[in-house]
C-alpha cells in the first residue's frame, strides 16, 4: 500500500470513529484483550484496601450539606424509592409476577414506573448529550415505533433517523438493536421485567452479556428503573468525587466506582449520587472548567473537602 493509500484509509479509520469514541462515554477500558473489571470483587476484598476515604460519617456530612444548599434534586424525584416499593414480601410475589408481566408491555415512558427495557433505553439516549435532547430522542423513538417488536424489526437507517436528535444515532441505534436481537435469542421475547426478582450482582452478570452496556449505564439501571443500591459514577460524581479527596488520584472511573460502592453505605448512595451530579451541574469551582450549566445557587459546601 502506498503511502497516500495508507494516509486515506487512517484518515477514513479517524472519520469513523468519531462517534464511537466520545471521550466522555461509557466505555470499557480500552486494551489489547478488552478485558471487563469484575463488577463485583468477592466479598470482604476491597479494591484500595489502604485508602480509607470516605468514611461513612463523611458521606453523611456532605449528603447533609449538599441537601442543605440544594434540597433533593426535583429531576431525581420520581425515582426515589418510597418504603412500600423497597421491597416485596412472599405474600404478594404473586401480584408482584403480574406487576412485571404487565411491565413487558410497551409503556412509552422512561421513568421508574416504566419498564425495565424503556429505562435501559432511556439511560442508552441520553449518553453524551443534554437531557431535553435525550428526552425527545426517546419521545421520537417511541412515536415512531410504538412497542419494541416494531423497533427490532425496523432497518437501522429508520431507526438512527428517530433518535438523531439525541446525538450519535449511529452508536445508539446499534446498541439498542443489538440489545433487543439478544433478548430475543436468549429469552424468546423482548422484557427484561425478569431483572427486577434478581438480586444485584446477578444482574450485573447478566447485564455483561449485552454489548455496548458499561458499568455506568448498567449502574445507573440498578439505582433508578431496578430501585437497588448501586453508585454510578458520571463525570459529574467522578470530578467532585476525586477533588475531595475520596478516590485515589490514579482511579479511572471504572475503578472509582467499584472503590466508591464499597465505601458508602448503601442507605446514602441514592440522595449521594443525585446531588453530586445535580451540584455539578450548579456550582463554579465544582463544574468542567469551572463553567457551570446552570446558575449557581450560593458557595460551594465542600469547601472544606477540597484540596486547594
Not at 226 to 233: A, C, G, I, M, T
Amino acid at each position: 500500500m502506498t503511502r497516500r493509500g495508507r494516509t486515506k484509509k487512517m484518515t477514513k479509520n479517524n472519520q469513523r470513529g468519531c462517534e464511537t469514541r466520545h471521550p466522555q462515554e461509557d466505555h470499557l477500558p480500552d486494551n489489547a484483550k478488552r478485558r471487563r473489571l469484575d463488577p463485583h470483587p468477592s466479598s470482604g476484598r476491597l479494591l484500595y484496601p489502604d485508602f480509607e476515604r470516605p468514611t461513612a460519617q463523611e458521606c453523611r456530612d456532605v449528603r447533609d450539606r449538599l441537601m442543605a444548599l440544594h434540597g433533593f434534586p426535583q429531576e431525581f424525584e420520581e425515582y426515589r424509592r418510597n418504603a412500600d416499593a423497597a421491597t416485596h414480601s412472599s405474600e404478594d410475589s404473586g401480584a408482584v409476577q403480574v406487576k412485571s408481566e404487565a411491565g413487558c408491555s410497551d409503556s412509552g415512558g422512561n421513568g421508574v414506573g416504566s419498564s425495565v427495557l424503556d429505562g435501559l433505553v432511556s439511560i442508552l439516549l441520553s449518553q453524551n448529550t443534554t437531557d431535553a435532547n435525550s428526552r425527545r430522542a426517546f419521545l421520537s423513538l417511541k412515536s415512531a415505533f410504538p412497542t419494541w417488536d416494531d423497533v427490532h424489526a425496523a432497518e437501522s437507517k429508520f431507526l438512527e433517523n428517530a433518535i438523531r436528535c439525541g446525538g450519535l444515532a449511529h452508536t445508539k441505534a446499534h446498541r439498542i438493536k443489538n440489545i433487543l436481537k439478544t433478548l430475543l435469542e436468549k429469552k424468546g421475547k423482548i422484557c427484561m421485567e425478569y431483572l427486577r426478582d434478581m438480586p444485584t450482582e446477578k444482574i450485573k452478570t447478566e447485564l455483561h452479556q449485552f454489548k455496548g452496556l458499561g458499568p455506568k449505564t448498567v449502574a445507573c439501571l440498578l439505582m433508578f428503573h431496578l430501585q437497588k443500591d448501586d453508585f454510578p459514577v458520571d463525570t459529574h460524581v467522578f470530578r467532585i468525587t476525586k477533588s475531595i479527596g475520596w478516590i485515589p488520584p490514579s482511579a479511572n472511573r471504572e475503578k472509582a466506582y467499584l472503590h466508591l460502592n464499597q465505601r458508602i453505605p448503601d442507605n446514602l448512595k441514592f440522595d449521594l449520587n443525585c446531588l453530586f451530579v445535580t451540584h455539578g451541574k450548579h456550582c463554579q469551582r465544582c463544574a468542567s472548567g469551572r463553567q457551570p450549566q446552570r446558575a449557581p445557587l450560593g458557595p460551594c459546601p465542600l469547601s472544606g473537602y477540597h484540596a486547594g
